[in-house]
């Protein structure tokens, strides 16, 4: 209904005017929003200055140019990162857990870090699994084995994972070395 310009919609609720009504509506406000979202996006784009990892991401499943943007922004330099865990935990992609001598002593500061990578994230592995066969096929697996909380959570950590080395050396996604 969104990307149609004729109303094919309305021959089929002759009879039913409040539905065609609410229909119409609903069409009308989508295309307004769509028309806003492209005016701020390309806005958006005129004014920052992107960077090498902004094209290197856009090569990673489930990152468009939106995410691209805010994983870089957000992220800033990978200087601020001594390895890729500290990197995850940032990006609110591991869990905290406080032990001591391997018993656990309770649990940790779960709202550190950066909620916007943390969206950015969640948001490429639900992209990821929907139009990634290697991504989608991780996804069921880790699925099977837990639940699908559980495996959005990974998918979402293998996928700030890979970011951090395509930011930090500048490179192409890889999926093979992602889901091999």
Partial sequence: MKQRRENHVAPLLHGQEDLALSGE????????????????????????KLRKPFQCLLSMPGVGKILSLTIMLETGTMDRFANVGNFTSYCRKVPSSWTSNDKKKGKGNTKNGNKYLAWAFSEAAEYARRHNDLARSFFNRKAAKTNKAVAYCALGHKLARAAYYIMRDQVDFDEQKLFA
């Fill in 25 to 48: 509506v609903s069409k009308e406000t989508i295309d307004f929003l769509s028309d806003q979202i492209t005016r701020i996006e390309s806005l958006v784009f005129k004014r920052v």
